[in-house]
């Protein structure tokens, strides 16, 4: 059976498109074979489309499920282990925003601290540098408008990815309290 993990973590598809699409292959890359969390969660998901009340298609579900060996246990392990995935997507994202927010922003910063001091040693020359001082002066403010674009996306993007991973974080972990309550 073929996983469809946009149908289990964004069936109203309203997270960031692409952090949900980075989070979904990272689940996809890491799933295990045989019938685990991701596979129970769709033969759920089916269930519910027939009407079929939540409780109920939570026993079915589990029903069939164990008899190829799925118990509470194994489930809900196996829920923690795609838990455990996004964890370590989460680490690795912030590792890199926080290099995107070094090369893009600080350094950046730095930049203008440096050109700032220049320009107050080429007012001191004013006339002959005057023409030097211009496109300094201009290198700052683009260098002001580089830094704000940057920080604005790089913030964005933090906010939509964060947005995906709680979504996600939170639908696993309804998921496995609504084993633990339903299933014995």
């Known amino acids: 059976m073929s996983i469809n993990l946009v149908e289990i973590f964004d069936d109203q598809k309203k997270l960031d498109e692409k952090s949900r699409e ?83 922003i600080h350094s950046k910063k730095k ?11 080429i007012q001191k020359e004013i006339e002959n540098l005057h023409k030097n001082l211009k496109q300094h002066e201009n290198k700052l403010s683009k260098l002001d408008q580089d830094t704000a674009e940057a920080q604005k996306k790089i913030e964005d993007t933090s906010e939509r990815f964060k947005e995906a991973l709680s979504t996600i974080t939170n639908r696993i972990e309804k998921d496995i309290e609504l084993f633990e309550n339903n299933i014995d």
Not at 115 to 121: A, R, T
């Open 22 to 104: 980075f989070l979904l292959k990272a689940i996809e890359k890491n799933n295990k074979p045989g019938f685990d969390y991701l596979e129970f969660k769709q033969a759920m998901i089916r269930l519910n489309k027939l009407k079929i009340e939540e409780s109920i298609a939570i026993e079915s579900a589990f029903a069939t499920a164990s008899t190829v060996g799925l118990n509470k246990d194994s489930l809900i392990k196996s829920a923690e282990y795609y838990l455990s995935i996004l964890k370590n997507e989460f680490n690795q994202f912030n590792t890199a925003l926080e290099k995107q927010i070094e090369s893009k």
């Open 111 to 121: 930049q203008k601290a440096t050109l700032e001091e220049k320009i107050k040693s």
